[in-house]
């Protein structure tokens, strides 16, 4: 019996430490999250294919959050969406490569062919861990989901780009949250060309989040993202415009974030 009474009360203090991080409200674990997809199919087969798409970069060069990419991310079999019957890797008549056009980065799509039945479904994302908990020296690297225009990963050039939705949020106990957050349209140009197609559909996207714990069971995050679809019908010859939106500042916010972000812009 002697014995077990240190044991016991060694228990409660680790119980006691441990309920005081739980309910001091105080963000715990925090990290921040990538994720950046591209899908390419055809309806039928075509043959003698270019396509150049935008890719995300941030300031003059190509980048997802802190990592530079190259061709090589499209090839590596760890970022190919696939179905579960479908092959491992892309066929090795597919070429691609990151290349310049007109002060702008974009992914360079080659070849000979390309069936229905071999679609490109490219998912990436990378995670950095800020630690167990939230200190000052954290906060600066944190992303900056509500000014991402010449702060974050974004597909460019951007045409066109307007405001078509905004909400201020809901103040809480927690600082605020916006659900919906502020939402741009714009134009980016993609260039194809190939022959005998019907249908090819192009899209890509790329969200950045900030992710924390607080309490027992409150997972918080907020996050901007950036899309672009095109559809094209019969044999396209260049350049056309894709619709695009971006997303921004939706999610929660606490005070020290909030005090953080104090850059902002609305386009790039």
């Given at each position: 019996?002697?014995?077990?009474?240190?044991?016991?009360?060694?228990?409660?203090?680790?119980?006691?430490?441990?309920?005081?991080?739980?309910?001091?409200?105080?963000?715990?674990?925090p990290y921040t999250y990538f994720r950046y997809e591209l899908s390419?199919?055809?309806?039928?087969?075509?043959?003698?294919?270019?396509?150049?798409?935008?890719?995300?970069?941030?300031?003059?060069?190509?980048?997802?959050?802190?990592?530079?990419?190259?061709?090589?991310?499209?090839?590596?079999?760890?970022?190919?969406?696939?179905?579960?019957?479908?092959?491992?890797?892309?066929?090795?008549?597919?070429?691609?490569?990151?290349?310049?056009?007109?002060?702008?980065?974009?992914?360079?799509?080659?070849?000979?062919?390309?069936?229905?039945?071999?679609?490109?479904?490219?998912?990436?994302?990378?995670?950095?861990?800020?630690?167990?908990?939230?200190?000052?020296?954290?906060?600066?690297?944190?992303?900056?989901?509500?000014?991402?225009?010449?702060?974050?990963?974004?597909?460019?050039?951007?045409?066109?780009?307007?405001?078509?939705?905004?909400?201020?949020?809901?103040?809480?106990?927690?600082?605020?949250?916006?659900?919906?957050?502020?939402?741009?349209?714009?134009?980016?140009?993609?260039?194809?060309?190939?022959?005998?197609?019907?249908?090819?559909?192009?899209?890509?996207?790329?969200?950045?989040?900030?992710?924390?714990?607080?309490?027992?069971?409150?997972?918080?995050?907020?996050?901007?993202?950036?899309?672009?679809?095109?559809?094209?019908?019969?044999?396209?010859?260049?350049?056309?415009?894709?619709?695009?939106?971006?997303?921004?500042?939706?999610?929660?916010?606490?005070?020290?974030?909030?005090?953080?972000?104090?850059?902002?812009?609305?386009?790039?």
């Open positions: 019996m002697r014995f077990r009474l240190p044991v016991v009360l060694l228990a409660l203090v680790v119980a006691q430490v441990f309920l005081c991080g739980c309910l001091s409200g105080e963000p715990q674990d390419i199919w055809t309806a039928t087969p075509i043959e003698n294919v270019t396509l150049l798409v935008p890719i995300p970069t941030r300031g003059d060069q190509p980048v997802i959050g802190p990592e530079q990419i190259s061709g090589e991310l499209y090839t590596d079999p760890g970022n190919l969406r696939k179905h579960p019957s479908d092959p491992s890797t892309l066929p090795e008549h597919y070429d691609f490569a990151i290349v310049p056009v007109d002060g702008q980065y974009y992914l360079r799509l080659t070849t000979p062919y390309m069936n229905p039945a071999e679609p490109i479904g490219v998912r990436y994302s990378n995670r950095t861990s800020l630690g167990d908990k939230l200190r000052p020296e954290v906060v600066p690297q944190l992303i900056d989901t509500r000014h991402p225009f010449g702060n974050e990963s974004l597909f460019a050039p951007k045409q066109n780009l307007t405001l078509i939705a905004s909400s201020s949020g809901t103040p809480n106990e927690r600082g605020y949250y916006n659900p919906e957050g502020y939402r741009y349209s714009y134009t980016i140009p993609v260039y194809a060309r190939y022959e005998n197609g019907t249908q090819v559909s192009i899209s890509s996207e790329i969200e950045g989040s900030n992710r924390w714990l607080e309490g027992f069971d409150f997972a918080g995050q907020n996050r901007y993202s950036d899309a672009y679809s095109l559809t094209i019908t019969d044999d396209p010859q260049g350049w056309m415009p894709a619709e695009g939106e971006v997303t921004a500042g939706q999610g929660g916010y606490r005070e020290w974030q909030l005090n953080f972000s104090t850059t902002s812009g609305s386009e790039e």
